[in-house]
């Protein structure tokens, strides 16, 4: 059974940074794309970046500069540091195959707020 386990978010004021961290099992991260995704309320969800088994990496336009994605072999776990924080940063963000391939986990809230 496939599970990706999303933690690291928190309450963080604007500016600030925070590392997400998407703890696989019953997958190795390496062999595919995996995804961070997020959803604001009111908000449909969105892809925030990727990063391919060749370790290419993608990032929408909202997060470039700011957000970087990586991902642990050892640990088979996809990380996403992210600095300068914004209020528009505040979702719910969660981890998945790219396409998505398994059911929504719970995600971590990351709120930014002063």
């Known amino acids: 059974q496939v599970q990706l386990v999303e933690s690291g978010g928190g309450l963080v004021q604007p500016g600030g940074s925070l590392r997400l961290s998407c703890a696989a099992s019953?997958?190795?991260?390496?062999?595919?794309?995996i995804g961070w995704y997020r959803q604001a309320p009111g908000k449909q969800r969105e892809l925030v970046a990727a990063?391919?088994?060749?370790?290419?990496?993608n990032y929408a336009d909202s997060v470039k500069g700011r957000f970087t994605i990586s991902r642990d072999n050892a640990e088979n776990t996809v990380y996403l540091q992210m600095n300068s924080l914004l209020p528009e940063d505040t979702a719910i963000y969660y981890c998945?195959?790219?396409?998505?391939?398994?059911?929504w986990g719970q995600g971590t809230q990351v709120t930014v707020s002063s």
């Open positions: 998945n195959r790219r396409p998505i391939t398994y059911s």
């Open positions: 990063i391919s088994s060749g370790d290419t990496v």
């Open positions: 019953g997958i190795i991260v390496r062999f595919y794309a």
